[in-house]
């Protein structure tokens, strides 16, 4: 129930403001929202960036840090195999954990090019992540 009444709280906050000032100007609701949504942006020190260059940025963050959590692997497992001290067993584990790690990190890196092509064809064929600076570049 306390949710409940926090939830309400919080909208009368958001919507009243802007109910009051629709009854007062000229311009659509949506209008108003976009002025002050403007002024947030401009507040905040925010530009419009296009959905292309998000998805983009969003796309290479996650597979950089899929790359580093791969290469950690890998060093995770060269360190086991160089510890191993002669334990067949152990060289064994460790070099299969190695060959799955560098087969992951092919993985990653194939991935990261292929996304890297395709949003570079996208943005020369079809403006998509054309964005003030000229779209984005180095990856996707």
């Known amino acids: 129930m306390k949710i409940l009444a926090k939830l309400f709280y919080f909208i009368n906050i958001l919507f009243f403001p802007t109910i ?33 260059v998000t998805i ?23 360190f086991k195999w160089m510890t191993a001290g002669g334990n067949q067993e152990t060289v064994t584990k460790a070099s299969k954990s190695l060959k799955d790690a560098v087969i ?6 194939a991935a990261y090019a292929i996304t890297w092509f395709v949003f570079n064809q996208l943005e020369m ?14 990856g996707p």
């Open 20 to 52: 009051f000032l629709k009854a007062e100007s000229n311009g659509s609701l949506g209008e108003i929202m976009d002025s002050h949504v403007g002024n947030v942006r401009e507040g905040a020190g925010v530009s419009n960036v296009p959905i292309g």
């Open 125 to 138: 064929f079809a403006g998509f992540g054309m964005g003030s600076g000229g779209g984005a570049s180095g």
């Open 104 to 109: 992951g990190l092919i993985i990653v890196l």
């Open 56 to 78: 983009g940025f969003i796309i290479q963050l996650v597979l950089s840090f899929l790359a580093t959590i791969f290469l950690i692997l890998v060093i995770i497992a060269g």
